[in-house]
């Protein structure tokens, strides 16, 4: 393994520990060991420096699949103390979903965001989507597109749909949901007004997602009250809260299902909170070799680079 091979991986020790609370102990993730191209699941340690490998126990190689199948936690639970367990440090994280038929985000759902823009909180859940082909892992690297000048963070909860919902009811809506992993909205500011106004270019360029370090299961973490962080080049940029939240998870799943089914596997990125770029005085926008840290209590930490585009 070459050493920034071995840099990268030393990261992923870092961004399954610190999220500055006691983690919860379903942390799913998924990885390839090195020299290997097969796809593999896990349970991260709370100390985050090793996993538990569950593809060795009669469980699928998949997350999405996982999810599809259905788990018993309590089952899983009782069974941590048997797993066989690799160094974090000695795999490639993923992101914890290769292939969600869906990727779903809301706009303007937090109260600070709104008000950093000086405008009233929408009356209606903004959505809009991002394509599959803008994930990547939670240490890859974000690619600044030449077509771009002003790209910008947001970290954001991400929920993860854990059984099909159609027309749900709020009441009901968390019975759909596995759990909670964090995402990172890249957004190229100017192609927001190109294209008629319309967000899906200036959202899903190649890279604009990452997502990680892992899935923390909704049974351990209570996601109405979490810290959320993000930090350019080591300074903080964005610190909120998910109580913040216009539209609760709930509320959103409820809206969405009316008229479009979720499947197992899909996503639904939360919104954002203060602190975005574009409404910084001076404006800020990503250079090239910006280092962005994402981070959500509970959940982990993810570090990602702005690399030039490849020839």
Request: with cysteine; glycine share 6%; aromatic share 8%.
């Amino acid at each position: 393994m070459n050493n920034f091979l071995k840099i990268k991986n030393v990261l992923q020790n870092q961004i399954l520990s610190r999220s500055f609370c006691t983690n919860p102990k379903l942390r799913f993730v998924q990885y390839q060991k090195v020299n290997s191209e097969k796809n593999e699941i896990g349970i991260s340690s709370e100390d985050g420096q090793e996993i538990l490998e569950l593809s060795k126990y009669c469980y699928p190689s998949d997350m999405k699949k996982l999810i599809e199948r259905g788990i018993n936690t309590n089952e899983i639970k009782e069974k941590l103390s048997n797993f066989d367990k690799i160094k974090t440090s000695d795999v490639k994280l993923l992101p914890p979903i290769l292939n969600p038929q869906k990727i779903v985000c809301i706009g303007l759902n937090y109260r600070g965001h709104c008000d950093e823009q000086k405008i009233e909180y929408p009356k209606e859940p903004v959505f809009f989507a991002k394509f599959q082909s803008s994930l990547i892992g939670p240490t890859d690297d974000i690619i600044a597109h030449t077509i771009t000048s002003k790209m910008d963070w947001e970290v954001e909860l991400a929920v993860v749909i854990g059984s099909k919902a159609s027309k749900v009811k709020r009441e009901n809506a968390m019975d759909h949901v596995f759990g909670y992993t964090i995402a990172q909205d890249i957004t190229a500011r100017e192609w927001q007004k190109k294209n008629g106004g319309q967000w899906l270019i200036s959202k899903s360029m190649d890279t604009f997602c990452p997502l990680g370090p892992c899935i923390a299961h909704k049974s351990e973490l209570d996601a109405s009250d979490l810290t959320i962080k993000c930090s350019v080049n080591g300074e903080i940029k964005q610190c909120g809260k998910t109580s913040e939240f216009i539209f609760p998870i709930d509320d959103i799943i409820s809206r969405l299902t009316q008229s479009i089914t979720l499947l197992p596997g899909d996503l639904i990125l939360t919104g954002t909170c203060s602190g975005v770029g574009v409404f910084r005085n001076p404006r800020e926008f990503l250079r090239i070799g910006d280092v962005i840290e994402s981070e959500i209590e509970g959940i982990g930490k993810m570090i990602n680079t702005i690399v030039c585009p490849s020839l």
